[in-house]
């Protein structure tokens, strides 16, 4: 009998253990998105950094958040923009001050209309480039 690959990414965050620093990580997250604030997660390589935001997003309320993922070690301002409103199902217009313009109205209506909040997720952003980060 097939149990399936042991350590796939794929694997429900409900299935795997919950410890406790995991446990107040996400309950900080949860603080801080209610809050509409920033918040940073770091730690070493394969501490779970990336499991424990893939938890958070599973259990945030879907009614109040709305959860935007990017995972790109080469971002660059265009593409977080076009990245985002993909993922809002906008198609982005060819021009970075063009689409972060977009975007911003797109969230806005997000806000306004379906009363989301957006939970921007940067996976790996220490590898953002400076033009990146200052953006």
């Not at 730690?43 to 790109?72: M, N, P, Q």
């Not at 060819?94 to 997720?121: N, S, T, W």
Request: hydrophobic letters at 35%.
């Amino acid at each position: 009998m097939d149990e399936g690959t042991p350590f796939s990414r794929d694997i429900p965050t409900t299935e795997l253990y919950e410890s406790i620093i995991q446990e107040e990580i996400v309950g900080r997250l949860e603080y801080a998105a209610e809050r509409q604030w920033f918040a940073v997660v770091t730690g070493d390589c394969g501490t779970g950094k990336t499991t424990t935001i893939r938890r958070f997003s599973e259990i945030l309320d879907t009614a109040k958040f709305k959860v935007l993922y990017l995972a790109d070690s080469k971002l660059t301002p265009r593409n977080f923009y076009k990245g985002l409103l993909d993922q809002l199902g906008c198609e982005s217009k060819f021009y970075r001050g063009d689409a972060k313009r977009q975007l911003h109205r797109e969230i806005e209506l997000m806000r306004g209309i379906h009363r989301l909040q957006p939970i921007v997720v940067v996976d790996e952003a220490h590898l953002l480039s400076r033009e990146m980060l200052e953006e």
